[in-house]
């Protein structure tokens, strides 16, 4: 059985950073992709930043600048350090780790902004 277990949400002030960690446990092999998504209150689920087998990245618009996503395909580890967050990015962040044939998610992790 696989999981993904995901840490480093909480509680910052407008412009501080957090960091995301996200570990996937259990037999998973030939990872595509690993990421990190988000969903706030009466939105859709977004792609906030995404790292694929090979070198390629990819960010959401809003976080372009700000957010980077860093991982070990080996370790299936992934990260995302955010910096200068704002209120908007406010959310429950989701890991995903794409196999192409599946896909996995972790339970989430909440941010919150606000002064």
């Known amino acids: 059985q696989v999981q993904l277990e995901e840490s480093g949400g909480g509680l910052v002030q407008p412009g501080g950073s957090l960091r995301l960690s996200c570990a996937a446990a259990?037999?998973?092999?030939?990872?595509?992709?690993m990421g990190w998504f988000r969903q706030a209150p009466g939105k859709q689920r977004e792609l906030v930043a995404r790292?694929?087998?090979?070198?390629?990245?990819n960010y959401g618009d809003s976080v372009k600048g700000r957010f980077t996503i860093s991982g070990d395909f080996v370790k299936k580890a992934v990260y995302l350090q955010m910096n200068s967050l704002k209120p908007e990015d406010t959310a429950v962040y989701y890991c995903?780790?794409?196999?192409?044939?599946?896909?996995?998610w972790g339970q989430g992790t909440q941010v919150t902004v606000s002064s």
């Open positions: 259990g037999s998973i092999f030939s990872i595509y992709a």
């Open positions: 790292m694929i087998r090979g070198g390629s990245t």
């Open positions: 995903n780790v794409d196999q192409r044939t599946r896909t996995y």
